[in-house]
């Protein structure tokens, strides 16, 4: 794709594929089938940017995995190095926080902007192209700059570790619920309101595939634990819990992910969708005080499914149980 002015600002763009990208025969189900140019044509000139173009998949969100990311970071980290100022990330909906938080641990420093579409193109009301443009003007926006990885949907600006996908149809569907977005994009502005703190660096090596398998297990009323008690035989190399309310699981689980922490991390994460787990309030058999005696390492405000990236990329980086509790402890802390 050319450039819209000698001197303008140069985006790189990688697609995956997702709503966004999807097309059908009229009234039938959609596919991902279509491609970054005809996604992003047009959409340069109208951002005052010029684009580099990495066509990488053509596929539904739930098929893109770690090592297609690390792929895509490499992209980046490529691109940067040849004075690309930004970093556009397409990718279905379905996964995108979980994405854009990989991005955020994997990708080099400078502005990442990952966003996708609620509705496919051509559809009344659709959003994919309105979402583009706002994502190429973030994406090259100074302001931008150290804020890690970020989701644009809907004209806001979320921080890739806090936003979350929580409507299966809304075109309004993502949503920060620990923090809010950090600003908008409104008549072409980019307006950030808040700043979220630079993450970490990750203890160990550069983490490269494979990522090792990490189990993600939700506790609900009248859990009988023998998902988790299987867990011990399935060879994760870590496992996040995602417990009731504060970081809670019934009394009978409490020896079972003891013996599991024996194996490898294991992560106390809260369902609640907001706010962190629990250090000190309840000392019952089962209450996240027993359980972080135990050895479980509490996500902080880092939901499940980001903690279990977050886990993944860690352990991929030659992390030690002590270094992972340490690095989430250090996220948390801000
Ligand atoms: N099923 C789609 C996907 O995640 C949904 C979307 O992109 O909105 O690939």
Redesign the pocket.
Known sequence: MTATAADAPRVVVVTL????A?AGPAGAPVH?TLGARELFDGLAAAAGVSLEVHDLAR????EVTLADLAAVAERIGAARDHGAVGAVVV??????EEAAFALDLLAPPGPVVVT???RPPGVPGSDGAANLLAALRVAAAPGAADLGALVVLGDQIHAARYVRKYHTASPASFTSPSLGPLGEVVEGRVRLRARVPALPGLPGRHPEPPFPPVALVSISLDDDGRVVRALGDLGHAGVVVEGVGGGHVPQVLVSVLADLVERGPVVLASRTGAGPVLTSTYGYPGGEVDLLSRGLIPAGSLDARHARVALRVLLAAGASRAQVAAWFAAVEAG
């Open positions: 594929g997702g709503t966004i999807s991902p596929v539904p969100s739930v990718t279905g909906t379905d996964t995108l996708g579409a609620m």
